[in-house]
Nanobody
Framework: QVQLVESGGGLVQAGGSLRLSCAAS????????MGWFRQAPGKEREFVAS???????????DYADSVKRRFTISRDRAKNTLYLQMNSLKPEDTAVYSC???????????????WGQGTQVTVSS
């Protein structure tokens, strides 16, 4: 099994920043591709960003258009921790943010086998 625990959410004013963390553990964790998704009230869960497993030289990252150039996904392989640095936050970024891991990199939720419980991010105007 794999356990994913998010932290770092909270209330921030528009234009502010937050950094989310996702700690991975468990005997089945294999440092595979990881992603961040979010679900706003009354909306479907949507892709935010993903990052590949270590490829020798660098990680491959992908972002939803709505967060590109504002959010940065990264991971610390030694700490088994995934991060999401969120800058220039907007009220429409308000959502529960969840991390996930699987064996196939991509934007589809079906690519990910394990999910965290999520952390609330609220951006006030």
């Amino acid at each position: 099994q794999v356990q994913l625990v998010e932290s770092g959410g909270g209330l921030v004013q528009a234009g502010g920043s937050l950094r989310l963390s996702c700690a991975a553990s468990g005997r089945s964790f294999r440092s595979g591709p990881m992603g961040w998704f979010r679900q706003a009230p009354g909306k479907e869960r949507e892709f935010v960003a993903s990052i590949s497993s270590f490829g020798g030289a660098a990680y491959e990252a992908d972002y939803a258009d709505s967060v590109k150039r504002r959010f940065t996904i990264s991971r610390d392989r030694a700490k088994n921790t995934l991060y999401l640095q969120m800058n220039s936050l907007k009220p429409e970024d308000t959502a529960v943010y969840s991390c996930a891991t699987g064996t196939t990199l991509g934007r589809a939720q079906s690519n990910y086998d394990y999910w965290g419980q999520g952390t609330q991010v609220t951006v006030s105007s």
